[in-house]
Each structure stands twice: as structure tokens, then as C-alpha cells.
């Protein structure tokens, strides 16, 4: 007999997919309603210049920003305006040219388990069943078996993938290996989680359930979390503030102060439609009726 436990039924899958987001709250809810576990993250005139055949290219010019503890900021902005470097620079895997990174207050020279990462490709070791790729990093640590189990467990249970513990990367859809990803993020506990254009790989549907997966998790364990998408409708569903960026420049910031949750509808009343006419413009795009 296999001890693989129950595969979820159809309506859950569905259920997980239109469920309404009811616990999802602002940054400043979320704030005020108990400690927040997520980390400042401050960028101090970061600058990055790349050498590009023998030429000096400057991918991030002078970014100062600040991103409070348990802030959902998205960074929005065309291809190759220097978001994956800015992102690169707070994981600590990439250094600054000129300028400074800091988690609370702590200079970023390397990376540390207070950054979790999930980028667009999978981070998922393939040579590791799932529940071994979501324990991987807490093991490293030394935390004990039992506990790491049980932490694991935990954040697969929450992004519904308690039945696929035992099986192989290669077993499992794109979606769910997203979702195996976002598991092992949590398990190590991030002050700041670093997302790169996670789901830029995936269907509409999918992409959909596991951006309420994230923000599921984001409500109820308070970190910060930076998310790069090109996409100004996923920024407008998942932030509470929106960075735009340009040829390595911020040129917009602002906040989305609309009410939790958000429905596919919130994106069309007048306030959203503003924020994306705005952000469109800025990023040198054409709107209805716009400039
Ligand atoms: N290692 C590198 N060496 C030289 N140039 C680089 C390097 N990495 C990135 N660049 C250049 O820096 C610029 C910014 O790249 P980056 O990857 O940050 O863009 P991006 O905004 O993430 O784009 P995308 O949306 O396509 O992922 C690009 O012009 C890119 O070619
Ligand atoms: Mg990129």
C-alpha cells in the first residue's frame, strides 16, 4: 500500500482559486493589529555599473528608497530598467558599485536566511523530494529533524500541498512547484522576502491562486516583501506601494491605500484606473484618452 495521503478534490482547488481574500488587511492595518515581523529595508544612493564589452553600462543609477517592515512593495518597470539587479543587491549576492543596502540597519554584504528568495525560475532542487527541498534550508541551520519537519509541514499544508510531500520535483505541475518554493520561503522565516518575477511563468488561473497564497501568508506573518512584476495589474492587486523604475532610475512611488481584499473588480473602480493610467504614463505608454 502507498501512504500518499489524499489528493485534494476539485472544489478545493476551485475554492482555493475564487475564495474571497477576507483576512487580508493594508500595511498600516496589518501595522497597528500586533507585531510585525518583517524587516526595514533602506537603499542608500545605490548605484550599479556593469562592464559591458568593455563599455561602462549604468543598470542602476542613485536609488534611495526605504521600505518599511511589513510593507508589500512591487517594482514595476520595462524590461531591463534594473530591477533584477536592485533585487540582486538586496539578496546580497550582488554588490553595489556605489551606495548601501541595509536590513534594519545592518549593512547587506552577503546573503542571510532573513532573505528568502523565490525568482522565476524554480528554485527547487530537483534531486530532492518536496518535503526535503522545504526542510533543505532550516537543516543547514542546524534545526532539529522533528522541528524542521513539523515547520515544513506546516507551510506546505498552508499552500495545500501536504499531499505531494513525498513525490519529486518532476511530479509536479509549474504551479505547484511555485508553490513549493513560496513553502520553503516561509519555513525559514525571511524578514524580507525577495520575489523576481515569480509568476511571470505561469497561467492566469494559477497565477491568480498563488498570488492569494502570498498574500495569505504575508497577513499572517508580517514580513516585508519586495515583488518585482512587469505586470501593473498584479502590482495593483498584491501592494500597498507600487515603485516604478526606468533606465535604473525610480521615477514614480506610490501608495495603494485601497481596501483588502481585492477583488478582480477593484482594479476597475476610478481610483485603480488612475493609478494605472499614472503608472502608464510613466512608463512612456500610451492611455485611453491620456496625455
Ligand atoms: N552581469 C551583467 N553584466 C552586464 N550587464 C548586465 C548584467 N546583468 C544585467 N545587466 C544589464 O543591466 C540592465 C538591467 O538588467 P536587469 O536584469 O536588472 O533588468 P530587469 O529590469 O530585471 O529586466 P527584466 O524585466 O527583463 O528581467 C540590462 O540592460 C542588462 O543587460
Ligand atoms: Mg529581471
Redesign the pocket.
Known sequence: MTSRARQPQASEERNEMTAVTENHKTTEQVENSGPVHGAELVATNVNKV???AGQK?H?VEDVSVTIKPGEFVCIV??????????MNMATGLLEPTDGELALDGEPIRGPSPDRGLVFQKDSVFPWMKVIDNVTYGLKCRGVPKEERMSIARKFLAEVNLTHVEKSWPKELSGGMLKRVAIATAFSNAPKLLLMD?PFASVDYVTRLQLQKTVLDLWAEHRLTVMF?T?DVDEALTLADRIIV?TNGRVVDDRRVAAERPRRLEALSTPTMLEHKASMLQHLGLPTEGGA
Open positions: 556593469y562592464s559591458r553600462f543598470a518597470g520595462p524590461s531591463g530598467c534594473g530591477k533584477s539587479t536592485m518575477e518585482v512587469h523604475m
